[in-house]
């Protein structure tokens, strides 16, 4: 009886290629794995996103999740790819970093997005009006790897704005959907205090990513921002002040 089939190619220098069949136990492309990695730095194999059956091979085979390869060229037609690699520096899945390094590879991960509610003591938002879009938006930006969304909202606001504000109380989660090419999202809007006016004299633009940041009332919140922004800030304005709590802690696409 023929035992499944795996193939290890070499495809550059110190770098194999596995693929195997569908009837190919785990514990056999392991196997494999483990060989080619003998005499090479990096193992690795590219698996059809809708074969879930592959992916599991591979995860548990011990290969990391790299990414998605778009457009390779398989019998004349471009495809996508998802590329799995193990290289022989990888901590060994015996050991509990290895195996939590595997598991992080292909866990879901979610973008994280912090801004700030700034207000002055007429209740106006600060608001910016930003160079790449054009509706105006809470001050912030994405969270770095590895870096909290406090950190990193108080970064923001230093490196857009010139303003030394260290953020408060997270006042609101809000989810995103995916939109236009985006992921969806988890934006945490945290407290950023109440300030004179003056405020915006001592503000600095980046400007590559801001035009202009003004103190706006309720009205030009509405009228400068998207509908869903509108909505997180209104949700988020509901939760600070004496008055507050008096809005929802979640919300998503600030409803």
Known sequence: ?????????????????????????????????????????????????????????ATWSGLRREGVMRGVTVDGTPVDRVVYARLATDTPLHEPEGFRALLNSFLPRKRAIGQM????????????????????????GVVEVNESPREAVTREIEEELSLDLPAGALV?????????GWDDALCL??????????????????????????????EQVAERCADFTARRIASALANVGPDGPGGPAYTESGR
Not at 117 to 140: F, H, M, S
Not at 198 to 218: G, M, N, Q
């Open 117 to 140: 509610l700034i207000r002055d003591q007429d209740g106006r938002v600060l608001l910016c009006q930003l160079t790449y879009k054009p509706d105006w938006d809470l001050p912030g």
């Open 1 to 57: 009886m023929t035992e499944p089939a795996t193939i290890v190619t070499t495809v550059a220098e110190g770098t194999a290629r596995i693929t195997w069949t569908t009837d190919t136990p785990i514990d056999v492309i392991r196997h494999q794995v483990v060989a080619a990695l003998a005499d090479h730095a990096r193992v690795e194999a590219l698996v059809d996103p809708d074969d879930e059956g592959g992916q599991r091979a």
């Open 189 to 218: 809007v945290f407290d950023g205090g109440v300030h004179d006016a003056s405020l915006t004299d001592a503000i600095v633009r980046e400007a590559r990513e801001i035009r202009s940041a003004e103190f706006c009332t309720p």
């Open 172 to 180: 609101l989660t809000d989810w995103l959907p995916p939109w236009s």
